[in-house]
């Protein structure tokens, strides 16, 4: 556990450029409370303690605005950027190295039993507000652009951007003509809007030709 918490530490520093201190670190990041506090919980879990887990949880998010259910699976080095707003839900399963950034949501998309909460690989980026739904796969390395809203499995190696998500780069190539950056996502919607009004706008054009050749006959 001492290894744990000391790597849980060093993973602060490595990711965030804002971090100054352990004792700062230890004391304010909401995102280390809830990961430590979420092991906690889920060792209860794993016991069948159900009723204390969800106890713990609770209160974890009350205190720190983050939910994470006691009965998800989360790997080491899972680094939560401020954190408030996460959700991430029962049948979850979470890499290593993985990070997700303030108001995600790692859900269901019913009532669906079994295995409905997202699957995600190793070293992956998961931006704000992004929502990832229902028992599908994020791939290894993969990236979720900021306002996604993803439904379907992601293959490694891959940036998704989006409502609902497509991807745009895959496994170091564009599939679409814009780079991720949280403050220019591409937008493949709006891209299509605009391609139909190149084509509106030269269909208008040919046939304003077509109307000045038929008054000259």
Known sequence: MRNI????????????????????????YSGLHAIWAHRVAHWLWQKKMFFLARVLSQLTRFLTGIEIHPGARIGRRFFMDHGMGIVIGETCEIGDDVTVFQG??????????????????????????ARVLGSITIGD???????????????????????????????GLKVHHHDLDHTDLPDPVSDKIEQLEKEIISMKREISELKTLSKKE
Do not use: C, W, Y
């Open 104 to 129: 995600v949501t790692l859900g269901g998309t019913g009532k669906e039993k079994g295995k409905r909460h997202p699957t995600v690989g190793n070293d992956v980026l998961i931006s704000a507000g």
């Open 141 to 171: 390395h993969s990236k979720i652009g900021a306002g996604s809203v993803v439904l379907h499995n992601v293959p490694a190696d891959s940036t998704v951007v989006g409502i609902p998500g497509r991807v745009v780069r895959q496994n």
């Open 5 to 28: 918490i000391a790597e849980d530490l060093k993973n602060v520093f490595d990711q965030d450029p804002a971090a100054r201190s352990k004792l700062e670190v230890i004391m304010t």
